[in-house]
């Protein structure tokens, strides 16, 4: 089994910058594709980005690319979302995925990823 935790939502203005970090545990955390999705108020959840096992290949979202960035760290099992130049409609829950993968690939898809985190709050005010 595989536990996801996400950390550093908070309360931020527009324009500002905000990172966020999912941390793994569990057995098969180095064979893990990561993602990150959200879903703001009143909408669906959707797809922000994807990173491969590796690390070697990401996936952006047309509405962040540019602004954010994902990178992973391997030796900690933790993924970190670096959000910048934020804006009001990046307001969402943010959540962390995860699937065993032995590919390079990333996915888009909810219903490709196995775990999830709990989810943390990103409020940019204008």
């Known amino acids: 089994q595989v536990q996801l935790v996400e950390s550093g939502g908070g309360l931020v203005q527009a324009g500002d910058s905000l990172r966020l970090s999912c941390t793994a545990s569990?057995?098969?955390?180095?064979?893990?594709?990561r993602g990150w999705f959200r879903q703001g108020p009143g909408k669906e959840r959707e797809f922000v980005l994807g990173?491969?096992?590796?690390?070697?290949?990401?996936d952006y979202a047309d509405s962040v690319k540019g602004r954010f960035l994902i990178s992973r760290d391997n030796t900690k099992n933790t993924v970190s979302l670096q959000m910048n130049s934020l804006k009001p409609e990046d307001t969402a829950v943010y959540f962390c995925?995860?699937?065993?993968?032995?590919?390079?690939?990333?996915?888009?898809?909810?219903?490709?990823?196995?775990?999830w985190g709990q989810g943390t709050q990103v409020t940019v005010s204008s």
């Open positions: 569990g057995r098969t955390c180095s064979s893990l594709t």
């Open positions: 990173i491969s096992r590796n690390g070697g290949i990401t």
């Open positions: 995925a995860g699937r065993v993968s032995n590919s390079r690939a990333t996915y888009r898809r909810e219903y490709d990823y196995s775990y």
